[in-house]
């Protein structure tokens, strides 16, 4: 995250400096952050009045010295940080918890911090990002990363989290641990669940909310609920076929119609499970989605008058697609569509059907490069407001341990 130190700074350690050791807490809280800035886990900057004290101060690790002279140096860059990031963390005053400021004109808020409450390591330590599994974990982190490599490429951020492993339902279970045993940031992302925008939310984001309000005065915490129904809903079909495997193009296209025609209802669909009988036999559901299953053709495996006679309430009649959005990252947001060409490239003497291939493959990393001025407008602001939310609290300006000779 990025970490601001406050121009009351700078009078709070002028009064005190004179009675400051190598053992006092304020001075274990300055080395602490200067570690988190050199081990790469968060940004700090601060007016050059403050950073020039901090410097200067009589008992500080040499190493923190260095960094705080690195930041005076680098200091014309401050703004571009401040620019990129909508939440941060203030340090004001010495001792106290951590208080949630809310800026009601932008509907944003920051973190109002003392300087003391990072007396202890782990609280400086880098964000953990809670979400589901690890494969949510690499979703999010490359999407974010693909964000900045289109977006902000010249600003040289980088984005630093710890995984930290929701496992669904027990998540709440997950985020109140790691406030109280850690008391590092932490931001947990989850599923909404809703099947249509008038549903409720789902059990895991519900209790996760709990928590987040429950700790909401002491702790540097997030809990962000997708505006979709899950992640699959994140990435369009169009975007999904590109890089995707022959097995499920066929209804990937069907659902390519609903995005030409009925984009919105993208946002709820079920793309990952799909739907069973029973879900035709809730009115609201029908009400919102019957349209979508009369113009789509042979998206629903049978008419919508004859899943009312089937007696299997189980049976499934909508296709889902599990395991699409790991094909994504592999494929697009990682470099699985550069291997596949590189190893059609090295082929010799290629036929007519893999010249084609390559064709296509090369189509595709066009695309890719600019993933994000491909969005469809229907998902588009939800995207980059994922991605912002991401950034601010994962950024980092990488290791510099090696820059500062610690």
Same mark, same amino acid.
């Given at each position: 995250?990025?970490?601001?130190?406050?121009?009351?700074? !700078?009078?709070? +350690?002028?009064? @005190?400096?004179?009675?400051?050791?190598?053992?006092? $807490?304020?001075?274990?809280?300055?080395?602490?952050?200067?570690?988190?800035?050199?081990?790469?886990?968060?940004?700090?900057?601060?007016? +050059?009045?403050?950073?020039?004290?901090?410097?200067?101060?009589?008992?500080?690790?040499?190493?923190?010295?260095?960094?705080?002279?690195?930041?005076?140096?680098?200091?014309?860059?401050?703004?571009?940080?401040?620019?990129?990031?909508?939440?941060?963390?203030?340090? *004001?005053?010495?001792?106290?918890?951590?208080?949630?400021?809310?800026?009601?004109?932008?509907?944003?808020?920051?973190?109002?911090?003392?300087?003391?409450?990072?007396?202890?390591?782990?609280? =400086?330590?880098?964000?953990?990002?809670?979400?589901?599994?690890?494969?949510?974990?690499?979703?999010?982190? *490359?999407? =974010? !990363?693909?964000?900045?490599?289109?977006?902000?490429?010249?600003?040289?951020?980088?984005?630093?989290?710890?995984?930290?492993?929701?496992?669904?339902?027990?998540?709440?279970?997950?985020?109140?641990?790691?406030?109280?045993?850690?008391?590092?940031? $932490?931001?947990?992302?989850?599923?909404?669940?809703?099947?249509?925008?008038?549903?409720?939310?789902?059990?895991?984001? #519900?209790?996760?909310?709990? @928590?987040?309000?429950?700790?909401?005065?002491?702790?540097?915490?997030?809990?962000?609920?997708?505006?979709?129904?899950?992640?699959?809903?994140? $990435?369009?079909?169009?975007?999904? +076929?590109?890089?995707? !495997?022959?097995?499920?193009?066929?209804? +990937?296209?069907?659902?390519?119609?609903?995005?030409?025609?009925?984009?919105?209802?993208?946002?709820?669909?079920?793309?990952?499970?799909?739907?069973?009988?029973?879900?035709?036999?809730?009115?609201?559901?029908?009400?919102?989605?019957?349209?979508?299953?009369?113009?789509?053709?042979?998206?629903?495996?049978?008419?919508?008058?004859?899943?009312?006679?089937?007696?299997?309430?189980?049976?499934?009649?909508?296709?889902?697609?599990?395991?699409?959005?790991?094909?994504?990252?592999?494929?697009?947001?990682?470099?699985?569509?550069?291997?596949?060409?590189?190893?059609?490239?090295?082929?010799?003497?290629?036929?007519?059907?893999?010249?084609? @291939?390559?064709?296509?493959? !090369?189509?595709?990393?066009?695309? *890719?490069?600019?993933?994000?001025?491909?969005?469809?407008?229907?998902?588009?602001?939800?995207?980059?407001?994922? =991605?912002?939310?991401?950034?601010?609290?994962?950024?980092?300006?990488?290791? #510099?341990?090696?820059?500062?000779?610690?």
């Amino acid at each position: 995250m990025l970490i601001l130190l406050d121009k009351s700074i !700078e009078q709070t +350690l002028l009064e @005190i400096k004179h009675n400051l050791n190598e053992n006092s $807490i304020e001075v274990n809280a300055l080395n602490n952050l200067a570690i988190a800035y050199r081990s790469g886990w968060h940004i700090i900057i601060g007016p +050059l009045r403050v950073l020039k004290i901090i410097k200067n101060l009589e008992h500080i690790d040499k190493s923190t010295k260095s960094v705080f002279d690195k930041l005076v140096n680098e200091y014309t860059f401050q703004k571009s940080y401040k620019d990129l990031v909508e939440e941060h963390i203030l340090i *004001k005053g010495l001792n106290g918890n951590p208080k949630r400021i809310e800026d009601t004109e932008e509907s944003k808020y920051h973190f109002e911090t003392p300087l003391n409450y990072f007396s202890s390591l782990a609280r =400086c330590m880098k964000t953990s990002l809670l979400c589901e599994d690890e494969s949510d974990f690499d979703f999010y982190k *490359k999407l =974010c !990363e693909k964000y900045i490599q289109e977006k902000h490429a010249i600003s040289g951020i980088h984005l630093s989290f710890n995984f930290s492993n929701g496992g669904g339902v027990n998540s709440f279970r997950v985020l109140e641990r790691g406030i109280n045993d850690q008391g590092n940031p $932490i931001l947990a992302i989850a599923d909404s669940d809703k099947r249509y925008p008038e549903s409720g939310i789902g059990q895991t984001l #519900t209790k996760l909310l709990k @928590i987040e309000q429950k700790h909401i005065d002491r702790s540097i915490l997030s809990v962000y609920p997708l505006p979709v129904r899950a992640k699959e809903n994140l $990435i369009p079909p169009s975007l999904y +076929l590109i890089g995707t !495997e022959h097995s499920v193009k066929r209804h +990937l296209e069907k659902l390519y119609l609903v995005e030409k025609e009925n984009s919105e209802k993208l946002l709820y669909f079920n793309i990952k499970d799909g739907y069973k009988v029973k879900h035709f036999k809730d009115e609201k559901f029908i009400e919102y989605y019957g349209n979508l299953f009369v113009d789509v053709e042979d998206l629903v495996s049978c008419s919508i008058d004859d899943i009312s006679t089937k007696s299997d309430d189980g049976e499934v009649v909508v296709n889902g697609i599990k395991g699409i959005v790991e094909q994504f990252t592999n494929n697009i947001l990682d470099n699985g569509i550069e291997q596949k060409l590189q190893v059609k490239e090295r082929l010799q003497d290629p036929s007519p059907q893999i010249l084609r @291939i390559i064709t296509e493959l !090369e189509a595709i990393l066009e695309t *890719k490069k600019h993933l994000f001025n491909n969005l469809p407008q229907y998902i588009e602001e939800i995207i980059i407001e994922l =991605c912002k939310k991401l950034l601010s609290w994962g950024c980092s300006k990488g290791e #510099t341990i090696a820059t500062l000779g610690a």
